[in-house]
């Protein structure tokens, strides 16, 4: 019933509020003006009605004496006694209904519908009305008047704005959590700078390594960025939310009437147990890793060009990343062992041009074998092409020591063979 009853008075106030409305703009009446058909418009809509009057006739713009209402399409003369007349009341009505508009309303009970609040349960601290008082609710309990009550409640504000005044102010360490981001992302920045500077005029290869360290920067850029602003939101909202209480808590100090006062009191008394109940935040440093200090572009100087792939991220990222080294295979010791014996069986072939008095044989020999090891290196260095080249960079060095072992052990091999047939 009571709901009904609220609904039907909201119902009746917007019916209201539409019959003060113009129906050009939809807007509540500015100098309402009443044509001869008793419709109002106000002065400026009506005078742009008359603007657009006027009717062109074989390219000729004749201006009609007369306008017509845009509701009822009845004409009403321009000017003169028949003309549009200022609507008096319907203007005071309007100045009257903004005037009751921006009037605090008083509040009506919740429970009980068109009951004023006009008493204080100082048991409950709330605003209630005569018959919640009489109600089983509030049996026993401390009734006030508005006047005392709001008194009462003015002493215990000045003690929560006290509070509220001597907690520790967010702010500054905002600030300091924004001054130490901007500082470790501009020496990042640099760092990543000197990286890409580092790495502008090698070789591919070391493109490679470039976009490694680059990627790791970016990385950390990234993390660390992450990292302050999730630190940052923990603590905005509790800063916002302590400093729009104590705002709201410094303006109701200028508020004289009871009523509302305690209206405001009751939500300031809520925002202010919520802040106390929950902790003041504590600034946490992101970057205790110390990844940032151990990470030196200077020591590259010392650094070979042909050394360039040892080139390596920081050692705290690298141990994340350690794989165990390659291991042989079975088909790899059975390949050098062939070659071994191949090797072998050439020298005993070969062994009787060191002692023979014929050295037609041995130039022979040497001059083929020559040539076999010139064959063999170029193909060794095609083959070394092929694994840096189309293989990738990561799969050569993977298998670099297992490789270049077993071919410096040949060329070593045949080597000692030519210097011994000279």
Not at 38 to 51: E, R
Request: glycine share 2%; charged share 20%.
């Amino acid at each position: 019933y009571h709901q009904q009853q609220q609904q039907q008075f909201f119902f009746r106030e917007e019916m209201f509020e539409q019959n003060l409305l113009c129906p050009i703009c939809f807007s509540l009446y500015e100098e309402p003006q009443v044509l001869h058909c008793a419709h109002s418009f106000c002065k400026t809509c009506l005078d742009g009605v008359i603007q657009n009057s006027a009717v062109t006739i074989a390219n000729v713009t004749v201006k009609r004496s007369t306008i017509k209402c845009p509701l009822c399409r009845m004409e009403t003369f321009k000017k003169g006694l028949r003309g549009p007349k200022n609507n008096d009341i319907l203007k005071s009505i309007v100045e009257k209904y903004k005037l009751m508009m921006a009037a605090p309303k008083i509040t009506s009970c919740e429970v009980h519908a068109g009951q004023p609040l006009n008493m204080y349960c100082s048991t409950d601290r709330k605003l209630i009305c005569g018959v919640c008082a009489t109600s089983k609710e509030h049996k026993g309990h401390v009734f006030s008047s508005l006047l005392n009550a709001a008194d009462k409640e003015k002493i215990l504000l000045e003690k929560l704005i006290q509070e509220l005044e001597n907690r520790p102010d967010l702010l500054p360490v905002i600030n300091t959590l924004t001054a130490d981001r901007d500082k470790a992302l501009q020496e990042l920045s640099a760092l990543k700078d000197q990286i890409s500077t580092y790495f502008a005029n090698l070789h591919h290869i070391l493109d490679q390594r470039q976009d490694l360290m680059v990627s790791y920067q970016e990385f950390r850029m990234a993390s660390l960025s992450r990292d302050y602003n999730s630190e940052m939101e923990k603590i905005t909202p509790a800063y916002n939310e302590q400093r729009n209480t104590l705002e709201m808590a410094r303006r109701l100090r200028s508020t004289s009437e009871p009523l509302l006062f305690l209206q405001r009191m009751q939500e300031v008394r809520e925002k202010v147990s919520l802040i106390q109940q929950t902790p003041t935040p504590t600034i946490t440093d992101p970057t205790d890793s110390g990844s940032m200090t151990n990470f030196d572009v200077k020591t590259w100087d010392s650094t070979r060009l042909a050394d360039a792939h040892t080139i390596s991220l920081p050692a705290e990222h690298c141990q994340r990343r350690r794989r165990a080294p390659p291991t042989t295979s079975n088909s790899t010791w059975a390949w050098s062992a062939g070659v071994l014996i191949f090797t072998l069986m050439m020298a005993a072939f070969f062994s009787a041009s060191f002692y023979g008095p014929d050295q037609i044989v041995s130039d022979q020999v040497t001059r083929e074998l020559n040539l076999f090891n010139n064959f063999f290196l170029r193909i060794n260095g095609m083959i070394a092409f092929y694994l840096r080249n189309v293989t990738g960079d990561r799969l050569f060095f993977m298998k670099r020591d297992k490789l270049c072992g077993t071919r410096l052990y040949i060329h070593t091999m045949f080597t000692f063979l030519v210097n011994n047939f000279h």
